[in-house]
């Protein structure tokens, strides 16, 4: 974990570091989302996909970063499932008071809740996204390859 004198962050530091599977369709979508609202740019946004390490920060194996969602506050700590969701929603101004509700008390657990339900979805439905994806790419290939 990364710790500073005084508990004070350097004011360079981005807001939030977010842990991301960028070989998941799915993971890959919803990041893109988060990218194009504003405040995205002070978030540091981290594919763990083709790390070789075995950890991508302090305290996080590649692996752990891989299965299940986890953002990293400037001070080192590391939050994961669905609190991390709204660890994220807090840091980008659009989402910001959904991000502060729901990152408190019941709501908190309820987000944590539905996140582990999803997960043993996740598979699937990457199978899925995959399968579209793919047959996205060969009807827009087909449509080049008719062009005059």
């Known amino acids: 974990m990364v710790s500073y004198p005084s508990g004070r962050v350097p004011p360079d530091s981005p807001k939030l570091t977010v842990f991301y599977d960028g070989d998941c ?6 990041i893109a989302f988060y990218e194009r609202r ?3 740019e002070r978030i540091r946004w981290v594919d763990v996909s083709p790390a070789t390490e075995p950890d991508v920060a302090e305290g996080l194996s590649r692996d752990q970063a891989i299965r299940r ?19 994220l929603w807090a840091a980008l101004p659009g989402l910001a008071m959904i991000g502060r509700v729901c990152r408190r008390g019941p709501l908190a657990v309820a987000l944590d809740i539905a996140y582990l339900a999803f997960l043993p979805f996740r598979p699937w439905l990457q199978r899925i996204a995959r399968r579209r994806r793919r047959a996205a790419m060969t009807k ?5 390859n008719r062009l005059p």
């Open 38 to 40: 504003r405040g995205a």
């Open 140 to 144: 827009m290939c087909e449509q080049r």
């Open 69 to 87: 969602f986890h953002v990293q506050h400037p001070d080192g700590q590391v939050t994961s499932g669905g609190r991390a969701f709204a660890e």
């Open 25 to 30: 369709p799915l993971c890959t979508k919803e």
